[in-house]
């Protein structure tokens, strides 16, 4: 519940950063939240999720490592349901990108935390 709380936090905070960054006249206002809304929360919640597992992964903290998977989980959904319509084609690069990262250094993370587990239980025994 608390790392909920901590991204819900840090959406919207990073939300109202962006939007004071990139104000120029109220008719910017409304182009700069639906960027974020689409692109920006998508990088976000990538990013959370991938603390997350490293963090669960560090400390061998499994329910960490869960959330971590079903944030990241939703926020592909939310990306291939939703955002992919009406973003400008640099958002959609950069949402992509930083996620396809995310993604191969998860997986990259979890194939050594595996080999690290096999090789424990092998010198338990």
């Known amino acids: 519940a608390s790392s909920a709380a901590i991204i819900a936090l840090l959406s919207v905070e990073i939300r109202h950063l962006y939007i004071w960054l990139s104000y120029s006249g109220p008719s910017s206002l409304s182009y700069a939240e639906n960027l974020y809304g689409k ?3 998508s ?3 990538g990013l959370c999720s991938f603390v997350l597992i490293w963090l669960g992964m560090k400390y061998k903290f499994k329910s960490l490592r869960i959330v971590a998977l079903v944030l990241f989980g939703s926020t592909l959904i939310k990306l291939f349901s939703f955002d992919i319509r009406n973003i400008p084609p640099g958002g959609k690069i950069v ?3 930083l996620l396809g990262v995310v993604l191969l250094t998860v997986s990259f993370m979890y194939q050594r935390l595996k080999k690290i587990l096999i090789d424990d239980a ?3 025994n």
């Open 122 to 124: 092998v010198d338990k």
């Open 43 to 45: 990088i976000i919640w």
């Open 39 to 41: 692109a920006g929360i």
């Open 95 to 97: 949402a992509f990108i």
